[in-house]
């Protein structure tokens, strides 16, 4: 095995600051295991990372990249239930302290003393990641096989697709025949879609800013009947004709922006649901009483389980669950400068750094 790599490097905070440089090949103590990556995604808190890098999670100089997919290249001597050649994705998580009362409750991804891979710890924009053995200890379920016919491209989107999965299927109530109304159109937003056609929603309608054509095709691939675009049409005209004066009970935005709030107060129907997925650091600038008077529950999303971990490759190894439309564009690591400004110009949806 090679000793030098060439690695995709935040070597400190600020924008910019992001190189790709040689690394020495990670070395794995008795309780460690080193994973050789195949595929790893940019996710938008990549592009966050590169332009404006004042995370308080990041700690440069670090290897970013946290959506990866790869095969078990060496395993500690004290390691039990991997094995070399075993085909594998991680959950990005780096370390968790195993004590806290959101470890307790398995649910690790709270854990608030986790540190990421891609942020935290060295991720996978490389050609190799060590898994700890502290991590390994705590949650052997941070790494899962990937099933035989599910490739490592589509394995590098677990993070995205269980995003999607918790939202739909784990925080809503929603139920087969009702409708649903999804904004924005980027990777997390297009696979709410498909879940929600799995889950046998009535009418899929999504919310985009921009008319982008692919996106709006593959929505409309995915199983959305509606597809508005708030720039061009008045969003609660076209909902309201759409659903007969009904509107709907469940409304995710994937798209992050404040003023969605408000709007979707419109689109709601009483004791309806707002899954908040997407992020936006400046305020509200409303008041909720209306919601309140309205009986809306807000939710807000963090993550997966893994709960709808399994169920998702299951999904997938059963082929009921096809993710490969998101995927546009496939580079190699030294085209990290053309897969990034894909990603933030908007160009490709998901792009896949292959090795």
Sequence with gaps: METIMKALVKTEKGPGHLTLMERPVPQIGDDDLLVQVKAAGICGSDIRMKNLGNS???????????EFSGV????GKHIKGFEIGQRVVSDNSGDLCGKCDMCAKG????????????SGMDG????????????????????????????????SLMDPICNAYKAVVEESSLIPGQDILIFGLGTIGLLAIKIAH?????????????????????????GATHVICSKEEDVFQRV????????????????????????????LQKGGEF???????????????????KGIRIQGHFAYDYQGWKNCLKLME??????????????????????????????????????
């Excluded at 799995?198 to 995915?222: C, H, P, T, W, Y």
């Design 318 to 355: 059963l082929r009921k669950l096809d993710v490969r439309d998101v995927i546009t564009h496939r580079l190699p690591l030294e085209q990290w400068e053309e897969g990034f400004r894909l990603v933030e110009s908007r160009k490709g949806i998901k792009v896949i750094f292959e090795f």
């Design 124 to 155: 996978g924009f490389a050609p190799y990641v060590k898994i700890s053995g502290h991590l390994l200890s705590v949650n052997p379920q941070s790494l899962y096989t990937i099933p035989n016919n599910v490739s490592f491209a589509e394995a």
């Design 275 to 293: 899954i908040k997925v997407g992020y936006d650091a400046g305020p509200v600038g409303i008041s909720l009483d209306r919601y309140v008077n």
């Design 240 to 267: 309201s004709y759409i659903t007969n004066g009904e509107m709907v009970p469940v409304l995710i935005d994937c798209a992050g922006q404040n003023q969605i709030l408000e709007v979707a107060l419109a689109l």
């Design 107 to 118: 649910n690790y991804l709270m854990c608030a003393h986790r540190v990421g891979l891609g």
């Design 72 to 75: 078990i290249a060496a395993v």
């Design 198 to 222: 799995l889950m046998g929603a009535g009418r899929i309608i999504a919310v985009n800013r921009s008319r982008n054509e692919d996106r709006i095709q593959i929505a409309r691939k995915f």
């Design 56 to 66: 308080e999670n990041l700690r440069p100089p670090v290897i970013l990249g946290h």
